[in-house]
């Protein structure tokens, strides 16, 4: 199936730790985000990547860092989890180049992160 | 002015009914009006968009109405059924390239009564 895929799809864990989310697509598309979606399901965006090049980086704090090791994978390593990052995070690709490109979003099945 | 409102923030419709949310926005810059369906536990899937050199866009039962002198659109759903009951979100973004990023509005949670 063509998608983007996310996982784990729900991840609890304690104050302090660290912990990773990983995404990936077979779409192929060029440019990769990640979303924060809160308890009242605002989405916010966090990152973009373009070809693994970071190009949006929407104030958020450095504990958290967004990694593209090729254009179909982009990670979101979160440090010293505080409550609240507790959230859903939602990974989207999308074709913004070239023959095809049109900026419609593919979103994942999105990552419930609770902290405790 | 990088904000999206919409409303309402809930809405319930009887089957068959024509639910409206409205979205309105500022920044004369934006280019792109998505809406996105979603469903508990899922992602947003995007539904239908529309560039604002027109004023309305059907797709099956979805259609968006335009309004650039107003800074404002909207989502019809014609014979709304229980199984479109999702929340949903309309969008907005700006220009070409990798720089491109969705705004968001705060969504509306949609309930279709059978």
């Known amino acids: 199936d063509t998608a983007v895929s996310q996982t784990p799809k729900y991840l609890v864990t304690q104050m302090g730790n660290d912990k990773s989310i990983k995404c990936e697509q077979n779409?192929?598309?060029?440019?990769m985000y990640w979303y924060k979606q809160d308890s009242k399901k605002f989405l916010k965006i966090m990152f973009s990547y373009n070809n693994k090049e970071l190009i949006i980086n929407e104030t958020v704090p450095n504990r958290f860092s967004p990694k593209s090791p090729d254009k179909a994978h982009l990670n979101l390593h979160i440090n010293s989890l505080e409550l609240g990052d507790s959230a859903v995070y939602f990974c989207a690709s999308s074709l913004i180049r070239g023959e095809g490109a049109n900026y419609g979003y593919t979103f994942g099945s999105g990552t419930r992160l609770t902290v405790v | 002015q990088q904000q999206v409102k919409q409303s309402p923030q809930s809405l319930i419709v009887q089957k068959g009914g024509i639910p409206i949310i409205n979205c309105a926005y500022e920044?004369?810059?934006?280019?792109?009006f998505p809406w996105y369906q979603q469903f508990p536990g899922k992602g947003p899937a995007l539904l239908i968009a529309i560039r604002p050199d027109v004023s309305e866009k059907k797709e099956g039962r979805f259609t968006i109405s335009f309004n650039k002198s107003a800074k404002q659109f909207s989502l019809h759903i014609m014979d709304s059924q229980p199984g479109d009951s999702a929340t949903y979100f309309c969008a907005a973004s700006m220009g070409g390239g990798a720089t491109n990023k969705l705004i968001f509005g705060t969504g509306t949670l949609l309930a279709v009564q059978p």
């Open positions: 779409l192929g598309h060029d440019t």
């Open positions: 920044n004369t810059a934006f280019d792109y």
